[in-house]
Structures are given as C-alpha cells and as structure tokens.
C-alpha cells in the first residue's frame, strides 16, 4: 500500500494578530470602532450621493461606488478577525478560507480599478477642463456591433492605432486556442492509429461511438472560434462573428448534457437509481 497523506482538510488555523492575551479586549474595541465608523461612514456617502442631486457628478459616481467597494471590502476580513478576537479561536472553515480569499480579491481589484477611474477623472478636469463635461458625459455612449462585450468588437470603437492590441491578441490567441488544440489533434491520430489495429469491427465501433460525440463538441467549438478569429474578415464579418460566437457561447454548452448525460450509460442509470430512491421514499 502507498504512503500518500490522503487527509482532507476541514478547516484552517489562523494566527491572529501579535497581540497579548491582556491586550486582547482594548484592541477589540478599537478594531470594532474602527470598522463602525468605516460601515456607517461609507454608507453615509451613498444615502448623501442618492439623495443629493448635486451630487449626481461623475466624481461622486465613482466615490460612492467606491464608499460601496470599501464597505465590502472592510466587511471580508473584520467580523472575522473581531469574532476571532472576542471567542478566542483562530480557526476558519476550508469553504470560509476560499471564500474569503475569493472576495478579497474581488474587491480589492474593484477598489484599484475605481481610485484609476477617480485618477483619470481628476485628469481630465485639471489638464482638460473645456472636454470634461464631454469625456466624463453620463449620456456618451459607444455602440457595439455584437450581443455582448467580445474583445474584438470592443477594440474597434477605439480611436487609436489598435494595431498593437491585435498583435497581443493573436499572440494569446495562439497560444490559449492552437496549442490546446494541438494536443487534441494529436490526441486522435494516436486513438485513430490505435482503432484501426482493432481486429473486429464491432471493436471499431464501439470505440469510434466512444470518441465521436466527443470530437463533434471539439469540431463545432473549436471550429467556430478560429472561423471568427483566424479567418480573415470579409464584409460581412460582422453577422459572420455573430453567428460563430452564438456557436460556441450557446449550442455548443446547450449540447454537453445531450452528449456527455443522455446518450451515457452510466449518468442514465444514475438517474434512474435516483427516481427509484425517490419513489421509494415517497
């Protein structure tokens, strides 16, 4: 028998902070006070920014947005860090933990990318003040030519040199589409090369019917996507990226659980081990 550690982990173990047992209360208090004041003061802001129009500006969209991200943003790690405090045990559940982290994240990226958003605002009203009522406009708009915010359309509405951007494209393109993309090809010359050293031919088909609903999904999405991204645009390109981005965003997703569910032996007999459990029950 191998010596792996098959242990699941349940939970995890914070130290805390370097504070003495004596000093645990004190600093309780101020955490808590500070946090008070970080959830009622934010708030403030956007009860003051919602009622107030004339604060309905740019600059106060973007505060308000911002009082709402460092709201969240306190409110990922503080209760925790108090309740820890106040109990006197440091652990956090395994599910606690990632989520944790995932919002941390989240929001901490929300708040970078708005105090940019405020930097350029500010920009725009120091260096360009006779542009600001237009560049900052609420009612200035773009129109995008897809049915939703594809990386390609969007690029398109800038009015600068975007040639840049498509180098960077087709380089990440590259490289997160054709070399997974390869190593399926190669996949199936290996599986082909293999079936056909199968002597019966009921062998061929039971492995051909194994792989095939397999390959159509890898046909149809893979397909699609270099069929909008890699095959030179004509002039209707733009009905043309409609349609291969409907292909892969919702056929080929719509056509898993008719592939990988219903036409699979052992999901079906799961499912109807399910309804007999059911109808016992019941």
Known sequence: MG????????????????????????????????????????????????????????????????????????????PKMLVNMQTGSQTISCNGCISQVYFFIFFADLDSFLLTAMAYDRYVVICHPLHYTTVMSQEL?????????????????????ISLNELVISTVGVAVITLPL?????????????????????????????????????????????GQYFVPSSNNSNIKDIISALMYTVVTPMLNPFIYSLRNRDINGALKKRRSTNRAYN
């Open 182 to 226: 390869i190593c399926v090809i190669v996949s199936y010359i290996r599986i082909l090369a293999t079936i056909l050293k199968i002597p019966s031919t009921k062998g061929v088909c039971k492995a051909l019917s194994t792989c095939g609903s397999h390959l159509s999904v890898v046909s149809l999405y893979y397909g699609t996507i270099l």
């Open 141 to 161: 708009y773009n129109t995008i030519a897809h049915y939703f915010c594809d990386l390609a359309a969007l690029i398109k509405l800038s009015c600068s040199d």
């Open 3 to 78: 010596r792996d550690n098959n242990t699941s982990v349940s939970e995890f173990l914070l130290l805390g902070l370097p504070i003495r047992p004596q000093q645990q209360v004190l600093f309780c208090i101020l955490f808590l006070s500070v946090y008070l004041t970080t959830l009622f003061g934010n708030l403030l802001i956007i009860l003051l920014i919602r009622l107030d129009s004339c604060l309905h500006t740019p600059m106060y969209f973007f505060l308000s947005h911002l009082a709402f991200t460092d709201v969240c943003f306190s409110s990922v790690t503080t």
